[in-house]
């Protein structure tokens, strides 16, 4: 029996750089026999398991679809583009654990029957793009020819699961129509898995250690571990591994305690909501309870927002971010975008036109399910967020042109 | 069966007839792209639904019988 629960970042400190394979294989002993690893899926099915890059989606149920696909080999995605500009949580699992990541999608390779391997990593994170190139060097018997490494183009669509294929496919990182999707035509027409690097290295260590590990390592009716990626005025900001189920304010506690007081913290990412650091300090880092309360888990980020930072600038510093992402296909994406982070950006440098926080109000209802991607649902999500939690500070910047931190007459940072 | 209508956003240049040729079911947002009050199309208005459909000038809307397959999400 382990005396501890094994988690994705055990083992030597990220400092020390990847973990060598002889050194992983030590830690966390062979991954199960190939011909075990067609009942993977029902084990991650009865896990819990839900992935990593954003949208929470079954793990299990994604392994099974593509593998009662009609007919042909499929191919595996491993998506490490991490474009979310405050998680670093992938890069620093594929610079730290390649082998843990590689683990994972072999796993998933040989549960869904696929010959392929493409290992998707954002250009710019180089030390991950080296790790994995040499970790895949380290075990060139085992993978063959199966696996290559793409690097994704820096950009905050690239890791969209049909921008990730559309570029695999034909170099161009944008987003495409669905029907179809990855899992019904993906890398050269065939099935294929788009799955989160830090979902498939959890699968590696739930096909050791059981579903039953996987589920009782979170806390309360939370399942399993999560990497985080913590964000603001705290000592020891970056990331860390916790159990899922843990409060955002024993997470700011692990990182040293807020040096500050503060009123919001940004949960999930760019793609996620703002809450009120009351709601959340006690609230649990457990995606499905804060779907419920309205909450993203996402990509696992825990943005506290500087006291002195104003949360309507800080709203439309993201949204003039999200605009300039969007990849320009849609025009709901390309207008309304373009239209929320201008109007948030006049509200918060007091330069409001009179109608601009109507606007806002109206619009932000109006992005959701409005592109071929999510990615204006993301937007106005954030916005819808921002709206309620800093609702005071929005009316108070429309009809006062003031801000209590007095950053009116600067532009917004 | 009931039918579904849809907009392929990258398609859509917001031209707008749709929402002239079904405004029971479609409305314009602020710079011309259209807003799907509900996806459903009732059976009376089968006709203008297929109309709208066949009336796009660069063909992004559809009308599909039945409902969408669900399946895996688009962010991994």
């Known amino acids: 029996m382990l005396q501890r629960k094994p988690g994705l970042l055990d083992g030597p400190p990220f400092a020390a750089g990847a973990e060598s394979p002889a050194a992983h294989q030590g830690r966390l002993g062979l991954l199960p026999a190939r011909r075990d690893r067609l009942g993977l899926v029902a084990t991650l099915e009865a896990s819990g398991l839900q992935g990593r890059g954003g949208a929470g989606f079954p793990v299990g149920r994604k392994w099974r679809t593509v593998a009662e696909r009609a007919r042909g080999n499929a191919v595996v995605l491993a998506n490490g583009a991490e474009g979310e500009p405050l998680s670093a949580k992938d890069r620093t699992l594929m610079a730290a654990r390649p082998h843990l990541v590689l683990d994972g999608a072999l796993l998933a390779a040989d549960a869904v029957g696929a010959d392929r391997i493409v290992l998707y990593v954002g250009e710019e994170h180089h030390t991950a793009v080296a790790a994995l190139e040499r970790a895949l060097g380290e075990r060139r018997r085992e993978f063959g020819r199966r696996a290559r490494l793409v690097r994704a183009p820096v950009g905050y669509v690239s890791g969209e699961e049909t921008a990730a294929v559309h570029y695999v496919n034909e170099a161009d990182a944008r987003p495409t129509s669905t029907p179809p999707r990855p899992f019904q035509r993906g890398v050269d027409g065939r099935a294929t898995l788009v799955q989160n690097v830090e979902s498939l290295a959890l699968t590696a260590l739930i096909a050791r250690f059981g579903d039953d590990w996987y589920r009782t390592a979170g806390r309360g009716s939370a399942a399993g571990s999560a990497l985080v990626t913590v964000s603001g005025p705290v000592p020891y900001p970056g990331v860390r591994e916790i159990e899922l189920g843990t409060p955002v304010g024993e997470v700011a506690a692990a990182a040293g305690h807020l040096r500050e007081p503060l009123e919001a913290v940004l949960l999930g990412g760019y793609f996620g909501a703002w809450a009120p650091i009351e709601e959340a300090w006690h609230a649990a880092l457990d995606p499905a309870a804060m779907r419920a309360a309205g909450l993203a888990f996402g990509c696992g980020v825990v943005g506290f927002l500087p006291g002195e930072v104003c949360g309507v600038a800080a709203t439309a510093r993201i949204l003039r971010y999200m605009a300039a992402a969007s990849s320009g296909q849609c025009g709901p994406c390309v207008f309304g975008l373009a239209a929320v982070a201008e109007a948030t950006t006049r509200l918060a440098t007091g330069a409001a036109l009179p109608d601009d926080l109507d606007r806002l109000n109206r619009w932000c209802g109006q992005l959701a399910g409005r592109g071929a991607c999510r990615h204006p649902d993301g937007a106005g999500g954030l916005l819808q967020s921002a709206l309620r939690v800093f609702g005071a500070e929005f009316a108070a910047h429309q009809w006062h042109r003031r801000c209590k931190h007095g950053h009116l007459l600067r532009k917004a940072a | ?76």
Do not use: F, N
């Open chain 2, 1 to 76: 069966m009931s039918e579904v209508i849809s907009v392929d956003r990258i398609r859509c240049d917001g031209h707008g007839l749709c929402a002239e040729l079904l405004p029971e079911l479609i409305d314009l947002d602020d710079w011309g792209y259209p807003l799907l009050r509900s996806g459903q199309v009732p059976h009376h208005l089968r006709d203008h639904a297929k109309r709208a459909v066949a009336a796009c000038p660069v063909q992004a809307l559809r009308l599909q019988t039945g409902v969408q397959a669900a399946g895996p999400s688009r962010r991994a």
